[in-house]
């Protein structure tokens, strides 16, 4: 049964970089039929994709957190990581990691989740 | 960028049949899948590729995809349904996934 399990501080300081990490177990990064994903939601808000990442190290990010975004990947800890720089309280979100499968014909979604870590930007 | 539009809330009584509808242009060439979230919880996949369910999803929730409207049936409606439904899409032209906004099912 796949497993993922977020980690990183809960609270970040407005213009400092929010860094997390997702734990997988139950599978390996490095299968290569399936991307990594970061997904986050505000407050009572909706979801937000935020990218993905493949064990290769090829990644795509939500064109709106582009400038700002990076997503890495430990195949020897079997780990996937996030960097959101210049954080705001806009920023303030559960961050959830979560795996990609696809479809034969283009589909792409996501499952398993993580159990979600909050993250508060704040001074 | 592509746009889904979900209604922001649905209430059914116990036994029924709920339907919650995501809208997009032209979303019946789109794959929709579907998630379900529990106040404190992560979200479900309940629903992938317009009407596929995952393992141990019941047959209570089904989904179709036609035209502008892609919808997620839920028959037989429990107490335990409440909770958030989201639609998702990959947007294949900015290789990015896109989400509805999100729709609250309120059983009565």
């Known amino acids: 049964q796949v497993q993922l399990q977020e980690s990183g501080p809960g609270l970040v300081k407005p213009s400092e970089t929010l860094s997390l990490t997702c734990t997988v177990s139950?599978?390996?990064?490095?299968?290569?039929?399936?991307?990594w994903s970061w997904i986050r939601q505000p407050p009572g808000r909706g979801l937000e994709w935020i990218g993905y990442i493949y064990y290769s190290g090829n990644t795509n990010y939500n064109p709106s957190l582009k400038s700002r975004v990076t997503i890495s990947v430990d195949t020897s800890k079997n780990q996937f990581s996030l960097k959101l720089s210049s954080v705001t309280a806009a920023d303030t979100a559960v961050y959830y990691c979560?795996?990609?499968?696809?479809?034969?014909?283009?589909?792409?979604?996501?499952?398993?989740w993580g159990q979600g870590t909050l993250v508060t930007v704040s001074s | 960028s592509y746009v889904l539009t979900q209604p922001p809330s649905v209430s059914v009584a116990p036994g029924k049949t709920a339907r919650i509808t995501c809208g997009g242009n032209n979303i019946g060439s789109e794959s929709v899948h579907w998630y379900q979230q529990k106040p404190g919880h992560a979200p479900v996949l309940v629903i992938y590729d317009d009407s596929d369910r995952p393992s141990g999803i019941p047959e209570r929730f089904s989904g179709s995809n036609s035209g502008n409207t892609a919808t997620l049936t839920i028959s037989r409606v429990e107490a335990g349904d409440e909770a958030d439904y989201y639609c998702?899409?990959?947007?294949?032209?900015?290789?990015?996934?896109?989400f509805g906004g999100g729709t609250k099912l309120t059983v009565l």
């Open positions: 998702q899409v990959w947007d294949s032209s900015g290789d990015h996934a896109v």
């Open positions: 979560a795996r990609d499968l696809m479809g034969a014909n283009g589909g792409v979604w996501f499952d398993p």
């Open positions: 139950g599978d390996s990064v490095s299968n290569g039929r399936y991307y």
